[in-house]
């Protein structure tokens, strides 16, 4: 348990309910790859390209493209991904954009101000 994990905090009546940044990525993550046009996610730094298929252990390695900055009031998400080819990116882009604000607020209860969106490759069929 040598890792120290940064929490989202939303203080409760009764409490606190601390949600971390792992869970929050897991979130971003599951919504980004049900986003038509979206093949893939890619590293912040520009390593290699995960594709997305629908199991817990390549969900986790997807995890890797996305940043979250949690110091203020809203949430804001950087993510990393790659679009198939064929596909328009701004469209691409704007539908990831509304699909993690969307699933994020409504599973975390976390108010998102925004959803920067980094288009790092064109994948070919």
């Given at each position: 348990m040598g890792e120290s994990?940064?929490?989202m905090t939303l203080p409760?009546?009764?409490?606190?309910?601390?949600?971390s940044e792992e869970v929050i990525a897991a979130i971003a993550v599951g919504a980004v790859r049900d986003v038509e046009g979206v093949s893939?996610?890619?590293?912040?730094?520009?390593?290699?390209v995960t594709d997305l298929v629908h199991n817990k252990k390549n969900a986790q390695k997807g995890a890797k493209?996305?940043?979250?900055d949690?110091?203020?009031?809203?949430l804001v998400?950087?993510?990393?991904l790659t679009v198939e080819y064929g596909h328009p990116i701004p469209t691409v882009a704007e539908n990831a954009q509304k699909a993690v604000i969307g699933a994020v607020e409504a599973m975390t209860g976390c108010s998102v101000e925004a959803v920067n969106i980094?288009?790092?490759g064109v994948t070919l069929a």
């Open positions: 994990k940064e929490y409760e009546e009764n409490g606190s309910i601390n949600i893939g996610m890619v590293t912040a730094m520009g390593g290699s493209g996305v940043k979250i949690m110091t203020g009031a809203a998400l950087d993510i990393y980094h288009v790092g």
